[in-house]
């Protein structure tokens, strides 16, 4: 069966400190990863997807992942946070064409 | 990417009585839309997948006879939740397949109360 895991449900960084949001996945095959980042009360944004080749992707507002098969995870980086990237993330998967399945979601919260 | 709205954003509604809810995408015509549901600080949940032209499918638990589904265009999905009760209050939340790209966008979720 297809499943995502957050290990981490809350996170506190501090505003310029680097982020490591973790992600792992059970599938039997190689599927198609996302992140995206929700805002309170509102959708879900793209943040960047893997799907083949490069095994690190970048996304928007300075995000990148890395896929590894080897431990199936796929987790979300970024440099330098800055106090509006405080939002919840969730990753998901897909087969292609098929409804996303996600994780719990890790919340990130930035202080000064 | 593709431009996804819900309407409405917000509704309260008495129990008993019948919501719609509408998820149209602005600038791409969409096969596959899907309906999700939100609880407070929890994961979406999928609902159901709307198919323009065809019957919705639906997750196991989900009753088709409450939430109706109704993917009429290329470019607008319904979500109909008939006598609603204050246990479906929730946040629902549609989203837009790019075939090409098997990317999903997301509209900005609708958030019901009912009362």
């Known amino acids: 069966a297809q499943s995502v895991t957050q290990p981490d449900i809350h996170i506190t960084v501090s505003e310029g400190a680097s982020l490591e949001l973790r992600c792992n996945y059970s599938?039997?095959?190689?599927?198609?990863l996302f992140w995206y980042v929700q805002s309170p009360g509102q959708g879900l944004q793209l943040l960047l997807k893997?799907?083949?080749?490069?095994?690190l992707v970048q996304g928007i507002k300075g995000f990148e992942a890395e896929f590894k098969r080897s431990q199936s995870s796929f987790n979300l980086r970024k440099p330098s946070v800055h106090w509006s990237d405080a939002a919840e993330y969730f990753c998901?998967?897909?087969?292609?064409?098929?409804?996303?399945?996600f994780g719990k979601g890790t919340r990130l919260s930035v202080i000064a | 990417g593709a431009v996804v709205s819900q309407h409405p954003s917000r509704v309260i509604c008495k129990s008993g009585t019948s919501v719609k809810i509408e998820c149209r995408s602005l600038?791409?015509?969409?096969?596959?839309m899907f309906w999700y549901r939100q609880f407070p600080k929890q994961s979406l949940m999928l609902m159901a997948t709307?198919?323009?032209?065809?019957?919705?499918?639906?997750e196991q638990g989900v009753e088709k006879d409450k939430f109706l589904i109704n993917h009429a265009s290329l470019t607008l999905s319904t979500l109909t939740v008939t006598s609603a009760h204050p246990e479906d209050s929730s946040f629902y939340i549609c989203?837009?397949?790019?075939?090409?790209?098997?990317?999903?966008?997301f509209g900005p979720g609708t958030r019901l109360t009912v009362t």
């Open positions: 989203s837009v397949l790019l075939s090409q790209t098997y990317e999903q966008y």
């Open positions: 599938y039997g095959a190689t599927p198609y």
């Open positions: 893997y799907f083949s080749g490069d095994t």
């Open positions: 998901a998967l897909n087969s292609g064409n098929t409804p996303l399945v």
């Open positions: 600038d791409f015509q969409a096969t596959t």
């Open positions: 709307s198919n323009e032209g065809s019957k919705a499918t639906y």
